[in-house]
């Protein structure tokens, strides 16, 4: 629930420790999700909140675009 409502998901280092990884959904024509878009790197990028807020912005932004793409 809290990943739909911040439009974004993230591992911190739940898979693999000193790796992290930001991701947010691509939506197709029906709103549904078809398929993710991630980005995966050393959690120490991950940690400084100016980095992070970047990334995320980035990867929100760009499957939002994606999305667009698919309707």
Do not use: F, H, W
């Amino acid at each position: 629930r809290t990943t739909k409502m911040r439009g974004y998901g993230m591992d911190n280092e739940e898979y693999q420790l000193g790796i992290g990884c930001i991701a947010t959904p691509v939506l197709g024509a029906d709103n549904q999700c078809v398929g993710a878009l991630g980005i995966t790197g050393r959690i120490d990028d991950y940690k400084e909140e100016c980095a992070l807020e970047k990334l995320k912005e980035i990867i929100i932004e760009t499957g939002e675009t994606i999305s667009k793409m698919m309707q």
